[in-house]
């Protein structure tokens, strides 16, 4: 079956504009992840859905930042304001109901800010 | 706040080499702990994992140990082969409280096989 897709694959923006970033996990999967990942970094934690609860966003950065997921499938994450340190790749992954599920990651979105 | 300390961040072997990379958590309530493999411009993919309840996993070339008295879990990849090179991942997970969720990474290794 088809994995974890993300779009766009890149996405270059000008500072102060607002980006949206689209995850669409792999059907059946109840969980979603974000993350970010920094040139040569390790993967820093975002959000976290998991199915109609209220989504853990304690790994959010800033009030800039935002994530929905409709309808328990799609997910976007909106960057508002963009700044040049929100720069990064941002993944996105799904498991089958909870973090200790195995995670599928997407092929993730290159933003840059100029 | 709980970390995951990952070691080296650079490893290079030649061909047929044992690579071992090492990872540090420090949550206690850590209970389980995947190790991903990302090739460039690719998203990580899972390699093997291991839960607490278990001191060793292994499967074909890739093996995992945990320690949960040390708090460290370790990557073990015999005969390498070049498409083993990439940078890996190692990860602590725990189901924290009032339904929150900790699922932390270490920093990375680049792993490179020399031909």
């Known amino acids: 079956g088809a994995g974890v897709s993300q779009s766009p694959s890149n996405k270059v923006t000008e500072k102060g504009k607002d980006v949206e970033l689209r995850c669409d996990p792999i059907?059946?999967?109840?969980?979603l992840y974000w993350y970010r990942q920094s040139l040569g970094q390790g993967l820093e934690f975002l959000i976290y859905f998991q199915g109609n609860s209220a989504p853990d966003k304690s790994g959010l950065p800033s009030d800039r930042f935002s994530a929905e997921r409709t309808g328990g499938s799609v997910s976007t994450l909106t960057i508002q304001r963009t700044q040049q340190e929100d720069s990064a790749v941002y993944l996105c992954?799904?498991?089958?109901?909870?973090?200790?599920?195995?995670?599928?990651f997407g092929p993730g979105t290159r933003l840059t800010v100029l | 706040g709980e970390n995951v300390e990952q070691h080296p961040s650079t490893l290079s072997v030649q061909e047929g080499d044992s690579a071992v990379i090492k990872c540090t958590y420090s949550d206690s309530a850590s209970n389980y702990f995947p190790w991903y493999k990302q090739e460039l411009g690719k998203g990580p993919q899972l390699i093997i994992d291991i839960r607490s309840n278990v001191g060793e996993k292994k499967d074909q070339r890739i093996a995992v140990t945990l320690n949960k008295t040390a708090k460290h879990f370790s990557l073990h990849i015999t005969e390498t082969q070049p498409e083993d090179s990439a940078v890996y991942f190692c990860?602590?997970?725990?189901?924290?409280?009032?339904?929150?969720?900790?699922?932390?990474f270490g920093t990375g290794t680049r792993l490179k096989v020399l031909a």
């Open positions: 992954a799904s498991s089958l109901r909870r973090p200790a599920d195995t995670q599928y």
């Open positions: 990860a602590a997970s725990s189901s924290g409280t009032s339904g929150t969720y900790k699922y932390i």
């Open positions: 059907s059946g999967h109840t969980a």
